[in-house]
Structures are given as structure tokens and as C-alpha cells.
């Protein structure tokens, strides 16, 4: 009961924070909103390009699904460098709460505010003309939660270790960009070159997309699917595990 004690303490504290400021929560949606709005009706041409994989939105759709959780949650972690420059990190380091809880309460908040603008982001493609199963589209509001737990844990870890914003703006940016294009989240990679399609084959987030393309299409047993299951579940894994054991070094 401790842990699950303090995990609640720590996320409702974070939660209350974040609905202090809602206009972060609203800025969050609104890139992908605009890409959904601007560059999705281009998209209707180059459907019929061999290759593209189907319909427009079920394609373009869960690109922006990943790239809300990838995006949303990298950059958590400066309000962590803020709160360890005040104090609070170092005020919680002498409390008896679990370290692991340090971490799990802001993850925690994190994923219910992706789940949030998910749900926000789906409502406005089945306005622009998404067609999919109801199953798909909660399978791809799931990623966007299990990915921005992923990457909120990462982005925790690396703030927690650089301790400084000019660092972690240009590490950021260097890791996620290039990670971001590898990933096909505005086209398939099936249209690109055989050189950065290989490239891209070593991307895990280009399968977590093709997977849940899959699901939009209605193919949840096929293997791309599963595939992107599995590995969005691993990603979830290793973050978590390297976000726990750098919160338990520096808050030893």
C-alpha cells in the first residue's frame, strides 16, 4: 500500500499542476491538429500513388497518434529540471515515499493527459473523414498512452541526469527529429528508396506505426500488427526500467 500511497500523492500533486496551466495541455494538441487540418486533404492525391498503403486518413491518422505520444511526452522532463532547481526533488529525496513513486505519479499524469488529447485528436479525423473500427481507434489512443509512458520516463531520466535546459533542448531535438522522419509518421516508408526503407527497418517506431495502420485497416490478428503490439509493449519496458533505476541514483 505504501507504493500505490505515494504513487497517488505524487500524481494527484503533478495533476493538480497541470490543470493550473491547461493552455500547455491545449498547445500540446495543437500541432497535430494543424497537421490533421493542413497536410492531411494533400494526402487524398498521393493516396493513389502504389505503394501508399489505402486510405489517406487511416494512414496519416495513427502517424499523428505516435507522434503526439513521441512528442507530448520527450519534453516532460524540463518541469522536472525546473522542480529540481526550486528544491522540490530535493525536498522529496528526504520523505520516506518509495523513489519508484517519484517517478510513476508523473508518468501517471503524463498518460492521462495523452489519453485526453488522443481522444480529442481521433474526434477531429472522424470529423475530417477517418473511417475505422471502433476497436482501432481505442488500440491507437492505447499507443499514444503506452508510448508517452515510454518516452515520459526517458525524458524524466535524461532531465534528472543533464539537470540543465541547454543540454536537454539540443539532446532532445538531436535524438528525436531523426527518430521521427526514420518512422514514416506523415508517409509510409513503402514510397521511399530501398536505402531508407533498409535504414528505417531498424527504426522500432516505424513498426509500432505500421502496427497500428494495420489495426485501422482491421487487420489486428496480421502480423504487423503484432508486431507493433510487442514492441510498443517493450519500449514501455525499457523506459520504465531506465527511468526507475535513474530516479533511485539520484534521489538515493
Known amino acids: 500500500m505504501g507504493f500505490l500511497n505515494d504513487t497517488w500523492i505524487v500524481f494527484s500533486r503533478a495533476m493538480r499542476l497541470s490543470l493550473r496551466q491547461p493552455v500547455w495541455v491545449v498547445f500540446g494538441l495543437i500541432q497535430p491538429i494543424l497537421y490533421l487540418v493542413l497536410f492531411g486533404p494533400l494526402l487524398k492525391a498521393v493516396a493513389e500513388q502504389p505503394g501508399f498503403g489505402g486510405d489517406a486518413w487511416r494512414v496519416f491518422v495513427p502517424g499523428l497518434l505516435v507522434q503526439l505520444g513521441m512528442f507530448g511526452a520527450s519534453f516532460v522532463g524540463f518541469g522536472l529540471i525546473a522542480e529540481w532547481r526550486s528544491g522540490v526533488i530535493e525536498r522529496m529525496r528526504v520523505t520516506p515515499a518509495s523513489r519508484s513513486s517519484l517517478l510513476v505519479g508523473r508518468v501517471m499524469r503524463d498518460v492521462l493527459v495523452l489519453l485526453v488529447q488522443g481522444c480529442l485528436l481521433v474526434g477531429a479525423a472522424l470529423f475530417m ?27 524524466y531520466a535524461v532531465a534528472l541526469r543533464l539537470k540543465n535546459e541547454d543540454s536537454f533542448a539540443p539532446l532532445l531535438n538531436g535524438v528525436i527529429l ?11 516508408m513503402t514510397l521511399a528508396p530501398g536505402w531508407l526503407q533498409h535504414l528505417s527497418d531498424i527504426n522500432p517506431l516505424k513498426h509500432v506505426i505500421d502496427g497500428v495502420r494495420a489495426m485501422f485497416n482491421g487487420e489486428m490478428l496480421s502480423a504487423p500488427a503484432v508486431y507493433g503490439v510487442l514492441i510498443t509493449v517493450g519500449l514501455v519496458a525499457v523506459g520504465g526500467a531506465v527511468g526507475t533505476m535513474v530516479f533511485r541514483r539520484e534521489s538515493a
Do not use: D, N
Open 178 to 188: 531523426p527518430v521521427a522522419l526514420l518512422s514514416g509518421i506523415f508517409l509510409p
Open 129 to 155: 473523414g477517418l473511417r475505422a473500427p471502433a476497436w482501432a481507434l481505442a488500440a491507437g489512443i492505447a499507443t499514444v498512452a503506452l508510448l508517452g509512458a515510454c518516452f515520459a520516463s526517458l525524458s
